[in-house]
């Protein structure tokens, strides 16, 4: 059974400050996606991640994948308070098995 | 370009009711996929359709239903609503995935109370 954990479930940090995000992976996957979302809002796709090694940026943020660890990061650069959001790590199986972590809710300080 | 539809935005629906809600894809997306986000249980997978197909769904019982229609909309149904069905329930499209196609677009949702 494919599980997914990330680490830490609350981040409170302060603006301007660095951190990274974790995720872990329990079984062999095709894709790992990152997904930002707002208080009582949707969704929003921030990266899909296809291969060992791949890396992506998009502003602040930074995903990364290392298959043969099975973890992904999101790493954040001198977070502004903008970026106060929960965010959600998901590993897909070629659509066979699409499993979300439990999401990390983030607090940017002033 | 217009971004993935659903509707209803709200849905208020009586146990033991049944619910249908609605998804547009963006034009020229193939699948679609259903996830539910019900408080205390996170977000979970349900359904996935491609080319009209259903494709897998997750652990959920056969009173989630649905279906994807040739241009590609589709429906998810809830038979015999229970309270715990209340939930925001989340649409997203993609293009093939078998072709490379894999970022997912998500919808507002749907937030369904069963009362």
């Known amino acids: 059974e494919l599980k997914v954990e990330q680490n830490p479930l609350f981040l409170s940090m302060q603006e301007g400050k660095n951190y990274t995000i974790y995720c872990n992976y329990s079984t062999t996957s095709d894709r790992l996606y990152w997904y930002r979302q707002d208080p009582g809002k949707s969704l929003e796709s921030l990266f899909v991640l296809l291969s060992n090694g791949a890396v992506k940026q998009e502003g602040r943020l930074m995903a990364s994948l290392d298959t043969k660890a099975r973890l992904s990061t999101l790493h954040i650069t001198a977070a502004v308070h903008d970026l106060s959001a929960t965010y959600f790590c998901?590993?897909?199986?070629?659509?066979?098995?699409?499993?979300f972590g439990p999401g990390t809710r983030l607090s940017v300080l002033p | 370009e217009a971004g993935v539809t659903q509707s209803p935005t709200h849905l208020i629906k009586t146990r033991g009711q049944q619910a249908t809600l609605r998804c547009s894809p963006i034009s020229g997306h193939t699948s679609v996929y259903w996830y539910q986000q019900a408080l205390g249980l996170g977000l979970q997978f349900l359904l996935w359709y491609d080319e009209g197909e259903e494709r897998n769904r997750g652990n959920f019982p056969p009173r989630f239903s649905g279906r994807q229609f040739p241009n590609y909309s589709s429906e998810l149904n809830v038979n015999a609503l229970e309270l715990e069905d209340s939930a925001l329930y989340l649409c997203?499209?993609?293009?093939?995935?078998w072709g490379g196609g894999y970022e997912q677009y998500v919808g507002p949702g749907t937030r369904l109370t069963v009362t």
């Open positions: 998901a590993v897909d199986m070629n659509g066979q098995n699409f499993v």
């Open positions: 997203a499209s993609s293009l093939d995935p």
